[in-house]
Nanobody, 114 residues
């Protein structure tokens, strides 16, 4: 079964940066649209960024201009570069296809706090 493993989260001060990675057990991201999502306890998971198989990107308004989604050429790793982080970006971040069809991974915790 295809697995997704997110990494790169951590504690960062407001205004700081983090780069998240998502590794898939197969080369799926080059042929499927994929996305980053996040979830805060007690709230629904929300999409953050999407990249189509052709490379077109789209971002939630809350992160536009600060976050960048990308993938490696092999198509089995997707990244989320997060700059100018805000406390409201604190969440567990997940990757998945877009729409999300795969079993969710464990996610990676991002905490933005002074």
């Amino acid at each position: 079964q295809l697995q997704l493993v997110e990494s790169g989260g951590g504690l960062v001060q407001p205004g700081g940066s983090l780069r998240l990675s998502c590794a898939a057990s197969g080369s799926i991201f080059s042929i499927n649209a994929m996305g980053w999502y996040r979830q805060v306890p007690g709230k629904q998971r929300e999409w953050v960024a999407i990249m189509t198989s052709g490379g077109t990107t789209n971002y939630a308004n809350s992160v536009k201009g600060r976050f960048t989604i990308s993938r490696d050429n092999a198509g089995n790793t997707v990244y989320l570069q997060m700059n100018s982080l805000k406390p409201e970006d604190t969440a567990v971040y997940y990757c998945n296809l877009s729409p999300a069809k795969l079993t969710w991974g464990q996610g990676t915790q991002v905490t933005v706090s002074a």
